[in-house]
Nanobody, 122 residues
Framework: QVQLVESGGGLVQVGGSLRLSCAAS????????MGWFRQAPGKEREFVAR????????NYANSVKGRFTISRDNAKKTVYLQMNSLKPEDTAVYYC???????????????WGQGTQVTVSS
């Protein structure tokens, strides 16, 4: 069992940066791939970024590639999402997720956080 708590969301201006954190509890955090997803009002949840259990392999949605960076610290049981050059279309609730077989699809994750709001104002 893994419990996830996101933090770091907030209001930021266009072009600004935020770093989201997702703190995990449970002994087996290092065995899980971790993903970030987001959901804007009236839209489906979409993939943002993913990192494998070692941290050596990452994947990004085309819309965030080159602007967002996912990383993890297994000793701290935390995964991060550094978001730079933020745009209004990045506004959404951001969720982190854990799954042993986690890929770019939300159905491949077993555990989810409660989400943190990111709002990018123009």
């Amino acid at each position: 069992q893994v419990q996830l708590v996101e933090s770091g969301g907030g209001l930021v201006q266009v072009g600004g940066s935020l770093r989201l954190s997702c703190a995990a509890s449970g002994r087996t955090f290092s065995r899980y791939a971790m993903g970030w997803f987001r959901q804007a009002p009236g839209k489906e949840r979409e993939f943002v970024a993913r990192i494998n259990w070692t941290g050596g392999n990452t994947n990004y949605a085309n819309s965030v590639k080159g602007r967002f960076t996912i990383s993890r610290d297994n000793a701290k049981k935390t995964v991060y999402l550094q978001m730079n050059s933020l745009k209004p279309e990045d506004t959404a609730v951001y969720y982190c997720a854990a799954g042993q077989g986690g890929t770019t699809t939300w159905g491949s994750y077993d555990f989810w956080g409660q989400g943190t709001q990111v709002t990018v104002s123009s």
